[in-house]
């Protein structure tokens, strides 16, 4: 009941908040990436907490969720401010799509690379998200 | 922008059984929508410390060996 009361109004507040207009002067493959950036963050997060809320049971009754949660979770070292950081895998997509914005803000790289890495992070984020709707079916 | 929009739709009975965290969720993809201008170097650095900050929390841990 709660449920169908909060949908319409959650949908009706989504549609009347609308997309804003991108500001005089900014960049708007910069705005993408760091939209992206912040949407792949709260979907992984949202994800993983659905998974650590029962690990045992998504590992024997969803153990692709799982084990996709694991891939996330996974610890990788990447390249940063001249030294190196381990982060779960999940983080380090977003610290190297930060990694290349910035790059490409200071013309160290270019906008193909930026939007291929914005890509390469949205595949993961639908997966992420495809698992979340699948375990909610 | 409106795939952002759709993708909250596409979400909501996931967004709404997840209770806190789809609200959570909902409200960073909102004000990703809302975002009309580049980061400014105090933003760039907060959002860094957040994402280091999540590295240690339970959620993100992998399973012991």
Redesign the interface.
């Known amino acids: 009941m709660?449920?169908l009361l909060?949908?319409p109004l959650?949908?009706l507040s989504?549609?009347l908040?609308g997309?804003?207009?991108?500001?005089k002067?900014?960049?708007p493959i910069?705005?993408r990436a760091?939209?992206s950036?912040?949407?792949a963050?709260?979907?992984f997060?949202?994800f993983?907490?659905?998974?650590?809320s029962n690990?045992a049971f998504f590992?024997t009754n969803a153990p692709p969720l799982h084990a996709f949660a694991?891939y996330l979770?996974?610890?990788v070292t990447i390249p940063s401010g001249g030294t190196n950081?381990s982060?779960?895998r999940?983080?380090s997509f977003?610290?190297s799509l930060?990694s290349v914005k910035l790059a490409y803000?200071h013309g160290s790289a270019t906008s193909n690379a930026l939007a291929t890495a914005i890509a390469v992070i949205e595949v993961s984020v639908s997966q992420a998200?495809a698992f979340?709707?699948q375990?909610?079916k | 922008m409106s795939a952002i929009i759709a993708l909250i739709l596409a979400n909501l009975p996931a967004i709404i059984s997840t209770g806190k965290a789809g609200v959570a969720w909902v409200a960073s993809v909102r004000a990703a929508a809302k975002q009309t201008k580049e980061w400014p170097p105090e933003a760039e650095s907060a959002f860094m410390d957040a994402l280091i900050a999540d590295a240690v929390q339970s959620a993100w841990r992998p399973d012991p060996k």
């Open positions: 709660k449920a909060l949908s959650l949908a989504l549609l908040s997309c804003a207009h991108l500001d002067g900014a960049d910069v705005v760091e939209q950036e912040s949407v963050k709260a979907t997060d949202t993983l907490q659905i998974d650590n690990r590992t694991e979770r996974a610890p950081l982060l779960p999940g983080l977003v610290a930060d803000q998200q979340i709707v375990q909610h």
